[in-house]
Structure formats: C-alpha cells, structure tokens
C-alpha cells in the first residue's frame, strides 16, 4: 500500500486526506496463479493495483491465446477497454504467478473522480498511458522487425516481466511464431 | 463556436465562466486543402476543434500513406501521441477539404487543467476515446475480414466522412489493397 501511495504522490501530489479517501476505498485480494479474475463475456467491474505477482490480459483468436499486455508489482492492470465503457470485456484477466492486488471498483473510481480534480487526472494519465501503450504495439507490429520488436520489449519492460513471463506468452504478445522468437534469442545471446 | 459550446456543456457541464475561460483560449484558424498543418519530425502544439471541413491523420511507411484517422465537423483532431506526450510526431495532420477550425494549444490545454476538475475530466473523456478507437483499429484489422470492416465503418463514421473521403484513402485506413475494396464496394451495391 506504501507502494501506491508513493506513486499517486507523484503522478498527482496526494495530500493526507485524499489518500485517505482513495485507500478506503481499496479491498486487498489475494489470487492463485492461473486464476481468472476478468472472464471473457464479463463486464470489468475493478482496476488493480498490483502489489506483487504478476499478471496478463489476452484474447482467444480462432482459439488461440494473444496476449495484450503484462504487468507485475508497483503497476496497474484491467480489461481495460470493457472497465473504461463498462461494456463486455473481449479480453480475459488472468495471474500467471501468486498474485496480491488492491482493488478499486469503477463505481468508486467515478465517485473519487467527483471528490478531487486530482482523481480526473489519475483518471486521464491512466487513459493516456494506455493511449500510447497501444498505439506503440499496434504501431510495433506494423513497422518493426521481430528481432526489434524483442529488443524493444527487454528494453522496455520491467526485468521481472522479460525474465518470469513464459517464452511463447512473449511471442503471442509481440506477434512473433514461438520458433521464430527462440531464434531471435540465440542469435542475441550469441552476438 | 455554439456547436463546441453545446458539446462541451454535454460532455463535461460547463458553465458560462468555464466557457469564458475556455472559448478565450481558441484561434480560430482557416486552412486550404492539402495543407500539411503538423508536419511528420515536428511536436504537435496545438488540439483542433473542426467548425467545418475535413482532415486526416496518416503516416509514411516504405513510402506509402497510411490513413490513421479521419474527422469533419463538430470533432476533434491532433497528432495525439505527439500532442500528449509533447515529443515528435511520426504523424502528419492534413486538411483534404478547407477546413475552419478552432486550436487549443497545449500549454493553453494544461492551463485548464489546473483551473477545473471540468477541464482535466475533458482531457480524460478524449484519452479514453482515442483509447478505444485505435484499439478497435487494431482489433478489427487482426479479427475481422475486409467486408465486415467496410460495413463497420460505413456504418460508425460520420457520413461526410463516408461519402467524401477518396476511396483509396479509406482503403488505407482499413488496410484493404484499393482494388480490393472496389470490389468490396460493388458485392455491397449489388447485394
């Protein structure tokens, strides 16, 4: 919870009293690994705070799993696009380690957005962030080799994520065959 | 003017003193067809809200334009990656029909921010939406066939957009090669 608070304290300048409000309205949970937290066809009622585990939404294409986005300990994570239109989640939430969150449901989340200013620009950053977390994979995919989109990705994630997420997750996600992408991790770690 | 007034009113409540702060902002600007108004390589400074006309957002690959968004009357357009992030656009913002429009600059932008919750509550509601609609963009290009594309955007988009913008322009935005959407086009008439 620390964690959190440090975070708003920075992306927002939190004071004491509307930290109060926002903590109070957190639930702790803790989730085995493999646990579905989100269902395909459900509506996203919560975001995350994650305080340790680590995460992944995805989609079933033609009954194949594809990957859009990982997350571990100090970081958010929902289905988004269903939690933002409170609409039906495509995407599946799911832990892929032993998982323990804090939960902020969007009913409280539109409540803190009426307490403070500083909620809407949680609120917006989160949106923002997302905006450009999309924007850059779809953008990835269309204009980057693999071996580049690979070594974007252990550049630019958190070591927890690049070492602990499972190699063919890694290449759903990027959008590379699994074969393809233990090549690419040769030719790296020969060169 | 009275049609941003009317929008924002809907969107975020705005009173006649949050009006003035706002509409005191604007620049109303006028450009000709074809006017390159953020060019790729350069930091998007300014937000547009389109009085009349018609613009698009596209970027360079191997050459070749590829259409990112479109919009007419009564919307709102940017580089938004660049816009949000103030680093340089691999995007390039353009009027296809003269355009009137009114810009918010970013600075301007932030100045509103921290005057009213209101204001940081419209920075949201736009991020969200940019949010969904290039995740719909990604989506649908990895889900669904060029057919049913087409029929969602003749469907979603604005009619001037339809019937106005250059069919091998809307056939790059929908990653479909030009003389396939043709054929697109007469299955659909014909049908």
Redesign the interface.
């Known amino acids: 919870m620390n964690e959190l608070h440090k975070i708003l304290q920075e992306l927002i300048g939190l004071n004491e009293i509307d930290w109060g409000n926002f903590s109070n309205k957190l639930i702790r949970k803790e989730f085995n690994a493999k646990t579905q937290i989100v269902k395909e066809g459900s509506v996203a009622q919560n975001l995350y705070f994650i305080e340790s585990g680590l995460l992944r939404t995805y989609y079933l294409?033609d009954g194949k799993e594809?990957n859009t986005y990982f997350a571990c300990d100090k970081q958010f994570i929902s289905t988004?696009?269903s939690f933002?239109?409170q609409t039906i989640s495509?995407e599946i939430l799911e832990t892929i380690e032993d998982s323990v969150v804090y939960e902020l449901s969007y009913q409280n989340l539109v409540a803190l957005?009426k307490e403070?200013?500083k909620f809407?620009?949680l609120?917006?950053i989160i949106?923002?962030k997302?905006?450009?977390c999309?924007?850059d994979?779809?953008?990835s995919m269309?204009?980057k080799t693999a071996k580049q989109r690979y070594l974007d990705f252990i550049k630019n994630y958190d070591k927890k994520i690049v070492q602990r997420i499972p190699i063919h997750q890694i290449a759903s996600f990027l959008g590379i065959a699994p074969e393809s992408l233990s090549r690419i991790r040769k030719e790296i770690s020969i060169s």
């Open positions: 294409l594809i988004y696009s933002i239109s495509y957005y403070s200013s809407e620009k609120g917006r949106a923002e997302n905006y450009l999309v924007l994979r779809t953008l269309q204009t």
